[in-house]
């Protein structure tokens, strides 16, 4: 059975759903603050993002990524979709970190926990809050893989409806990871960006002092099998999962397995375009594009993404991907990787995602014929 993709809608660092002349553009939405570089949604939303929440009163004591979750999914058209044969699939890697770097912060200083400190600080609320805020009925489950977990959301949608469990999926990945420990957690292990050129990430440069951005992002994608009215089709999943070889480092042998089911998925071995996971790490970035030029040889065509415009969103970033793939493809517009643009007309896309643990997933986008 084919899987089809009929909505996107998200939050980020870019705006709402992230128009193509915004994506298109060389400027890039990264700050410093406190001598890290980061990626917030722009001020104007976030002034619309809290009228949303002073509105929203339900969602007050859940933390910030559940938020930006069903401020993205608030976009999406539901009115032709069945509440009870739609399940919600809910990917975040770190999970809520602002409400429980908050509530830990309380305990420390009182020895006692808030009333709320439970059912906001646990990852298993995030699909429920969301599937009762969009009136979502079926099922709602919230996972993480790190970095690769909206891909494991695609994965679960893909079984659920094969299996004819129901009708439509929402595929969620929302971050926001922008917090005092998180951010340190990133600087400990020397993957955080330190660059104080024009682009302080920049994939696939090799500059020593290269790194990552930690971006925040809400993406909710609408999904089912049923060809009619959809963006695109996904015709191809591969997956896989490697034994790290230190806390960070990854061979991209689980890239390479996970490109090559993708590609045996779809029964196609080239693509037009590649948008990779490459968050700006030095050894990460090598580590796939090594995988990469393994996978497709002479025939590697043009790659790249838009980390250094908005940022790494962590368990959101596959859906960002998607999100300027579905751009690429039907808008045909041209995007900067930073400096060399992306022109070449693009029918399908192959997106990767891998995070901490190893796991990585590939999925291939294709154009949906007699659109």
Not at 21 to 31: M, N
Not at 291 to 298: H, N, W
Not at 308 to 333: R, T
Request: proline content about 5%.
């Amino acid at each position: 059975m084919g899987l089809f993709i009929h909505q996107i809608a998200s939050v980020s660092p870019v705006g709402l759903s992230s128009p193509g002349s915004a994506l298109s553009s060389r400027h890039h939405f990264l700050i410093q603050e406190n001598g890290n570089w980061l990626a917030r949604i722009p001020a104007d939303l976030e002034v619309e993002f809290q009228s949303f929440l002073k509105r929203e009163k339900s969602l007050r004591h859940f933390d910030r990524l559940v938020q930006l979750a069903c401020f993205a999914g608030r976009q999406l058209d539901l009115s032709s979709v069945n509440p009870q044969k739609t399940a919600v699939f809910f990917g975040s890697s770190r999970g809520p970190t602002n409400n429980w770097e908050n509530h830990f912060k309380h305990f420390l200083a009182h020895e006692s926990c808030l009333s709320q400190a439970s059912p906001s600080t646990t990852l298993g609320s995030s699909a429920s809050v969301l599937s009762h805020f969009l009136g979502i009925e079926g099922p709602a489950s919230d996972h993480s893989t790190t970095c690769s977990s909206f891909g494991t959301g695609l994965l679960h949608a893909k079984a659920w409806l094969d299996a004819g469990m129901i009708e439509q999926a929402l595929v969620v990945g929302s971050e926001s990871p922008l917090t005092e420990f998180t951010m340190a957690q990133m600087k400990s292990m020397g993957i955080s960006a330190e660059n104080q050129d024009n682009y302080p990430c920049e994939p696939f440069s090799g500059k020593s002092n290269g790194g990552m951005v930690l971006g925040e992002a809400g993406v909710v994608c609408l999904l089912s099998n049923n060809p009619e009215n959809a963006l695109a089709k996904i015709s191809g999943l591969g997956w896989a999962s490697e034994k790290i070889p230190s806390k960070t480092g990854l061979s991209g042998e689980s890239l390479k397995q996970a490109m090559r089911m993708a590609l045996e998925d779809a029964k196609q071995d080239q693509v037009d375009l590649i948008i990779p996971h490459a968050p700006g790490t030095v050894k990460g970035d090598i580590a796939e594009k090594q995988a990469m030029e393994e996978v497709f040889g002479a025939a590697l065509p043009e790659y790249g993404n838009l980390k250094w415009k908005y940022g790494h969103s962590l368990g959101a970033s596959m859906g960002q991907s998607i999100e300027l793939g579905l751009a690429k493809m039907n808008l045909d517009f041209s995007f900067h990787s930073p400096h060399s643009p992306l022109t070449m007309p693009c029918k399908n896309v192959l997106i990767n995602a891998v995070g901490f643990g190893g796991n990585a997933i590939s999925m291939l986008m294709t154009e949906v014929r007699g659109k």
